[in-house]
């Protein structure tokens, strides 16, 4: 089984491409943190993950209309790992989590105004409290990704 949830914070602004075939394709981060006492110590600290998270078709456009830099999202989907040749001939491998529902968690909107003010990015149009974005049923690894 292959499924992932992740709960945490826009690293950045999505980043919004299409295929050549007119698909839409959205990039973010979603920073998540953890806690955890280390070995023969007793104070807690912790440790921030940040997850590169696909979207594509509906939900890129969604998310990239609705999300912003500080957005507390909830993220359902699957780990894949591409690979994919350099210009000089060497492979690489990129690991991320390819989306199938996105939804904004409450608060979200104060922390997306908040960031998207202090970076002159536009502010985004906040998601319906309590609603997901819309997903879809293709399978999306039928097309490259652009970038």
Request: charged share 25%; hydrophobic share 40%; with cysteine.
């Given at each position: 089984?292959?499924?992932?949830q992740?709960?945490?914070?826009l690293?950045?602004?999505?980043?919004?491409?299409?295929?050549?075939t007119?698909?839409?394709?959205?990039?973010?981060?979603v920073a998540?943190?953890?806690?955890?006492?280390?070995?023969?110590?007793?104070?807690?600290r912790e440790?921030?993950?940040?997850i590169?998270v696909?979207?594509?078709?509906?939900?890129?456009?969604?998310c990239?209309?609705?999300?912003?830099?500080?957005?507390?999202?909830?993220?359902?989907?699957?780990?894949?790992v591409?690979?994919?040749?350099?210009?000089?001939?060497?492979?690489r491998?990129?690991?991320?989590?390819?989306?199938?529902?996105?939804?904004?968690?409450m608060?979200s909107?104060?922390?997306a105004?908040?960031?998207?003010?202090?970076?002159?990015?536009?502010?985004a149009?906040?998601?319906?409290?309590?609603?997901?974005?819309?997903?879809?049923g293709k399978?999306?690894?039928?097309?490259?990704?652009?970038?």
């Amino acid at each position: 089984m292959n499924s992932v949830q992740l709960v945490g914070n826009l690293a950045r602004d999505p980043e919004i491409r299409f295929t050549k075939t007119g698909k839409a394709i959205a990039m973010f981060t979603v920073a998540v943190t953890r806690s955890y006492i280390p070995a023969g110590s007793q104070e807690t600290r912790e440790l921030t993950d940040f997850i590169p998270v696909v979207a594509w078709g509906n939900l890129a456009e969604t998310c990239g209309n609705n999300l912003a830099k500080g957005s507390r999202v909830f993220v359902e989907g699957r780990m894949s790992v591409r690979s994919y040749e350099t210009q000089d001939g060497q492979k690489r491998y990129v690991t991320e989590v390819v989306a199938n529902f996105v939804a904004q968690t409450m608060g979200s909107e104060k922390r997306a105004a908040a960031a998207a003010s202090q970076t002159s990015v536009p502010t985004a149009k906040p998601a319906a409290e309590g609603k997901g974005f819309d997903s879809f049923g293709k399978d999306a690894n039928d097309e490259e990704i652009p970038f």
